[in-house]
């Protein structure tokens, strides 16, 4: 039997023919920023479709994640979207709030995949079989997908969020603890998305 690897799927040669396996990528967005959800995507690629210039979302410019995530959305096998909000995070931590976005990503797919490849070292609690991959966002062709939808559609919220708390300028850091969100945190005090949990948050709450 003769196996290989084309970043899409496995396909498997034997007396009976080929028989091609889904391959599920999945990946998150948003575990570092102090306020709004950890957003998670699964992606299952169609390998006669492919996508050019997938990459790890962060070494991507805006403009370039947004114009693949519309090509990923119409040539992909299927994709899903899931995430775990900020009253979540402080219950059960970032850590596992990322992994219960990716689970809920993975199990919302119409289909059961064969095997889900996620980025990381380690994998969601999921029914199907799984591998994690360090750096898969930027090795694996349906992680790096992932990746792209995951951090495109947190950007957006952040953009509505914006709208209506602009005193934090959510738009231009979506929400990382950039000096600037840092100083408006102080001035203003946290929203009603920021992470309790999370230093800069807490500290100030402490202090209130």
């Given amino acids: 039997m003769r196996r290989y690897h084309n970043h899409y799927c496995k396909v498997e040669q034997s ?69 775990s909000d900020p009253d979540e995070i402080e219950a059960i931590n970032i850590l596992w709030a990322s992994m219960k976005a990716m689970q ?19 994998v969601p609690e999921l029914n199907v079989s799984a ?16 990746s792209i939808l995951a951090k495109v559609e947190r950007d957006r919220q952040m953009l509505k969020w914006h709208e209506l708390y602009p005193q934090y300028e959510f738009d231009k850091h979506k929400a990382y603890g950039t000096p600037k969100h840092l100083e408006l945190l102080e001035k203003y005090g946290p929203c009603p998305i920021h992470r309790k949990g999370f230093n800069p948050v807490k500290r100030l709450l402490a202090n209130l």
């Fill in 15 to 83: 007396e009976q023919g080929e028989k091609v396996s889904m391959i599920c990528g999945t990946d998150e967005a948003g575990r570092g920023p102090i306020a709004g959800p950890v957003v998670a995507a699964a992606v299952i690629l169609d390998p006669d479709n492919p996508i050019e210039g997938l990459n790890d979302s962060k070494k991507l410019s805006e403009k370039k994640r947004e114009k693949l995530s519309l090509e990923i959305k119409e040539k992909a096998l299927y994709w899903t979207i899931a995430q």
């Fill in 104 to 122: 809920r990503a993975v199990e919302a797919l119409p289909v059961k995949p064969d095997i889900v490849l996620v980025d990381g070292n380690r």
């Fill in 131 to 146: 591998k994690a991959i360090v750096g898969g966002d930027a090795s694996e062709q349906c992680i790096a997908a992932a």
